[in-house]
């Protein structure tokens, strides 16, 4: 306990360093310039600002990423509740209520208890990471190769089964993103493999130019596909405080959001994607009146409110423990930390506390500048809205172009962030989703690795994952999660969960 | 019994889907042919790709068999005015970005993108193309000091 507030206070002494607030204030507000255009999500701003951070030590670097996350993952929550378009997965749900609250006049309460649930939950997700750091590092420091491998298999399990569409689809995904990852020089052997004679590839294919060319180029080719009729609230936002009767619907809510994001945030595999939807069918069933969801309930906006923001945290944790990226999101800090000469995994606690400590005493910062000042200038962001989308896709274009450039410095890197922004284009109008893939490309590396160690230690006996109780215990989980979800009548749920 | 049930291949989508992944994982086996598998003890470079090259294989076969089994949506139409302006302008920055620098690779992209829109007005992109390019030079050039060239053919940088 006095180690979790030494921890928090060290951790503050440096993100409330007048440069790293800074950092962080400018984290946000770009991140949510970038992330509130319709159709930017958070992955392709980080991709594309992640050069702004390439000449900062390397904890003012992640300080401001993580604001540009947090910042990119508000815009969204505002263009989901102004112009009914979720800037991502996770504020699909938003629209249903929060859109509905903006045409009636409300829309400044929704963004207002959008924004106070999303404080209340990155505090609680704050201490929670504080708290959890210590002790899963300790756990993350006992786990061979065989547990690591089977804890990531763990993960994908998890990644199909909360991946939209069909399971079996979702794994062809994986898989594909599995093999995309063995792509450049084998690690051990040093041969080349499926280079295609590209010299920039024996590398690996660069993680920021496959996220940005699945996500970022491939949805302005779905947006200019379908223009569809962007409604941006005419009406007043109106205020944004809201009163007695809201925030007293809203308390209930605002916690079990916190807790259901916070707890499925935590899980390898993108849980947090989750964690609205969750919170919303919870919402909905709990309620006296459930036929007011869909209608404008304010609970409908503050419970997944509370559980995107507090997954969108709680997902840092296998980041920061086990050096596992649970997300894309996540896998672009790696990239980030990579380039400053950070690996991510246990051992960061202890060399780099300052890292450690401040990242996560700034993201309560963050948040924090997201209510107080964000808030306010709710204006801004609405006239940047009514910017038409002929104008705006260029633009986006101009800036993805420059950030994949900069990052490596290399033309190349643009032709295959085009390549592969046309390959998005195919996996969309086959049906495919690409969050799984972007997940198995994440993984791909470290699982070859752990398994190659693994079998090396096991002398090539694969019963050594039965024999090990961790790693037997994670593939069990990962097969029961596959086969519930498998099961008729869980299936037909889900359907409907992914379908509301 | 209707027409409609009686097709042999009743989602067009996800036979398509199966097909791409079969595609993928053929192509990779092809290219990883020449490399040492090496044994489950030892693994050589190969054998991942291998063993995922199959795995997508088989996942393709599944795919395509449930795309014979139940019925699932049809082909999307596509579209070739999007994705060739679009990805074109991305091809054109990175062939121009270097040699002449982004005096004439920004400008470029949002001119070419632009034509994917049917909505687009040539004046009004024209104009917004020399706005974002000084917005651009300003910020990533000389505020943040990112080392991509302006116009190496006119101030040599």
């Known amino acids: 306990m006095f180690d979790l507030i030494g921890n928090l206070a060290h951790g503050f002494s ?45 904890t003012g670097a992640l300080i401001m990423l993580a604001g540009i996350y947090y910042g990119a993952q508000y815009g969204g929550s505002t263009t989901a509740i102004l112009v009914n378009i979720p800037g991502e997965a996770t504020s699909v749900v938003t629209t249903l209520d929060g859109h509905q609250m903006a045409k009636q006049g409300r829309a400044g309460i929704a963004l207002g208890v959008a924004a106070l649930g999303s404080f209340f939950a990155g505090t609680v997700a704050t201490l929670v990471i504080a708290a959890l750091g210590v002790p899963l590092t300790k756990v993350a420091l006992l786990f061979g190769p065989a547990e690591y491998f089977a804890l990531m298999v763990a993960g994908l399990a998890f990644a199909v089964v909360l ?48 996220a940005m060319g699945l996500f970022g180029f491939a949805e302005i080719l779905r947006n200019i596909e379908n223009p569809e009729a962007r409604d941006v609230t005419r009406g007043k936002i109106g205020r944004l405080l809201p009163n007695m009767d809201d925030i007293k619907r809203c308390i209930a809510p605002v916690l079990r959001g916190t807790a259901i994001g916070g707890a ?25 009146d459930p036929s007011r969801f869909g209608r404008g309930a304010i609970e409908g906006v503050a419970g997944p409110e509370s559980a995107n923001n507090a997954g969108a945290q709680t997902s840092f944790i296998p980041l920061l423990t086990l050096g596992i990226p649970p997300n894309a999101v996540m896998a672009l800090m790696v990239g980030a930390m990579t380039i400053h000469g950070i690996i991510p995994g246990p ?20 948040n924090f500048l997201l209510l107080v000042i964000n808030l306010p200038l ?41 390549f592969f922004g046309f390959a998005g284009y195919v996996l969309y109008k086959f049906g495919f989703e690409p969050a799984p893939l972007l997940l198995g490309y994440v993984l791909g590396r470290l699982m070859e690795e752990k398994l190659r160690q693994a079998m090396i230690l096991a002398r090539g006996d694969f019963m050594t994952f039965v024999y090990n109780p961790i790693a037997a215990g994670m593939l069990a989980v990962a097969v029961i999660v596959v086969v519930i979800a498998v099961l008729p009548s869980v299936s037909k749920s889900r359907d409907q969960v992914f379908t509301e | 019994m209707t027409q409609e049930t009686k097709r042999f291949i009743r989602a067009p989508q996800d036979m398509a889907a199966g097909l791409f992944l079969i595609g993928l994982g053929a192509f990779a086996l092809w290219q990883n042919a020449g490399l040492e598998r090496g044994t489950l003890r030892v693994f050589g470079p190969g ?56 005096a004439v690779a920004a400008p470029l992209a949002v001119l070419l993108s632009s034509m994917a829109s049917s909505e687009t007005k040539l004046g009004e992109a024209a104009i917004f193309a020399i706005v974002i390019t000084v917005f651009c030079l300003g910020l990533f050039r000389f505020m943040l000091n990112l080392p991509i060239p302006v116009a190496p053919w006119a101030i040599g940088y």
């Open chain 2, 47 to 102: 054998m991942m790709p291998t063993i995922l090259a199959w795995a997508c294989v088989v996942a393709g076969f599944a795919v395509g068999i449930g795309a014979m089994l139940w019925n699932g949506p049809k082909l999307e139409r596509w579209t070739f005015r999007g994705p060739l302006f679009i990805l074109g302008s991305a091809v054109a920055f990175g062939l121009t970005v270097r040699p002449l620098g982004m």
């Open chain 1, 264 to 288: 499925l945030g935590i899980l390898p595999g993108n849980g947090a994607v989750l964690g609205p939807f969750a919170s919303y069918t919870v919402e909905k069933k709990l309620a006296k």
């Open chain 1, 347 to 366: 051992l960061v606690m202890s060399k780099s506390p300052d890292l450690f400590w401040g990242m996560i005493a700034s993201m309560w910062v963050g």
């Open chain 1, 14 to 58: 440096i993100a409330l360093s007048l440069q790293n607030i800074a950092l962080c204030f400018a984290g946000v507000m770009i991140g949510t310039l970038i992330g509130v255009l319709p159709g930017v999500g958070p992955i392709a701003t980080i991709a594309m600002l992640l050069p702004l951070t390439f000449k900062l030590d390397p």
């Open chain 1, 378 to 418: 709710i204006g801004l962001w609405v006239r940047l809205l009514k910017v038409p989308y002929r104008l705006m896709f260029p633009a986006i274009m101009v800036f993805c172009c420059i950030g994949i450039y900069s990052i490596n410095n290399s033309p190349q890197d643009v032709l295959f962030t085009a």
């Open chain 1, 163 to 210: 991946a939209r569409g069909s399971l079996l689809k979702a794994t062809g995904m994986i898989l594909a993103g599995l093999l995309l990852a063995t792509i450049g020089t084998d690690l051990e052997t040093g041969e080349e493999r499926m280079t295609l004679g590209f010299s920039t590839l024996s590398d690996g294919l660069d993680f920021a130019v496959l």
